[in-house]
């Protein structure tokens, strides 16, 4: 796996983690208070060239890539894989899933960049894909 820095790591075990930005939300509902590990990815992980906004490994070192966007979607993509190939741990998959996730203020749902990014996320990195307006959750089991 990746070395973090320190700086940009942080150990939470909250029953909610939400990341949000400009009245975007991604909710991460923890209720068994699991350790999860929160890297803020831009500004702090990676200073330079496209990169999401954060990444979240669950307890189970599942990753979770996030990116809060107004409504650039093709940045939004471009941004989730540049920071999945530098950040994501490639070796060691078996029982790990990966995810990215675009919280966007408005996206149109006949928007076909989602769907071919979504095909090449999963065939090129194994990464489930998943767009939302405004508010997203997801459930650490």
Avoid: W
């Avoid at 949000?20 to 991460?28: A, G, I, M, P, W």
């Amino acid at each position: 796996m990746m070395e973090f820095k320190q700086a940009c790591v942080k150990e939470v075990v909250d029953k909610l983690l939400v990341l949000e930005e400009n009245k975007r939300k991604c909710l991460f509902l923890n209720p068994n208070r699991h350790p999860l590990m929160k890297i803020v990815v831009d500004g702090c992980q990676i200073v330079e060239g496209a990169k999401c906004d954060y990444l979240v490994i669950d307890h189970c070192g599942n990753e979770y890539f996030v990116e809060l966007k107004g409504k650039d979607l093709p940045h939004a993509i471009e941004q989730l894989e540049k920071s999945i190939r530098q950040l994501s741990d490639m070796r060691d998959n078996a029982g790990k899933k990966k995810y990215a996730f675009i919280v966007a203020s408005r996206h149109p749902a006949n928007d076909t960049s989602i769907q071919r990014a979504k095909v090449v996320f999963k065939k090129k990195y194994n990464v489930e894909l998943i767009s939302k307006n405004v508010l997203l959750e997801i459930s650490i089991k």
